[in-house]
């Protein structure tokens, strides 16, 4: 019988490499729903064009914190008149310790919306059913692609490369 032993302790070098992540907080920054033609959009029969716009952009607030906000716009229109708009700014404060420049892009551009999306997606759901419209149920997001896209971007137009904040 043979005995082997695994060593689980991570050396430095891992450790270093890896940063230490943590959620400070996530709350709304701003919250709107607008329905502008009720009650005559009620009459109609409920076949809705949807637009969905999502933004987010990142702020440092300390040394290694940021402020992410995640915005997503809705404007919902039923025969060319719109139903309602909703926009929600669903905010977080993250600490990212001992990240490097290349491991702290994607985890603020990416990793950070993601965590929001589901609490945002939440919030837009319920202005839709208390604005007496059916829910909205938002399809899922891939952050990652998002933000790779982005960066490609950022990279084949430098110039606007600084000008830009948002991802």
Known sequence: MTESTT???????DTEA???FVIQRIYIKDISFEAPN????FLDEWKPQMEVE???????????????????AVTTKINDKV??????????????HGATNEQLGPIIGSYCPSILFPYAREAIASLSMNGGFPPIHLAPVN??????QHMQQVANNPTTAAEETQH
Not at 143 to 148: E, I
């Open 54 to 72: 999502i933004q987010n952009r990142s702020l440092q607030i300390g040394t290694d914190t940021h402020e992410v906000v995640l915005r997503i």
């Open 18 to 20: 890896q940063p230490n």
């Open 38 to 41: 009720t009650p005559q959009v």
């Open 143 to 148: 952050f990652d692609a998002a933000y790779h």
């Open 7 to 13: 060593n689980t302790k991570p050396n430095s070098a």
């Open 83 to 96: 139903a309602f708009l909703i926009e929600v700014q669903q905010a977080g404060i993250f600490s990212v």
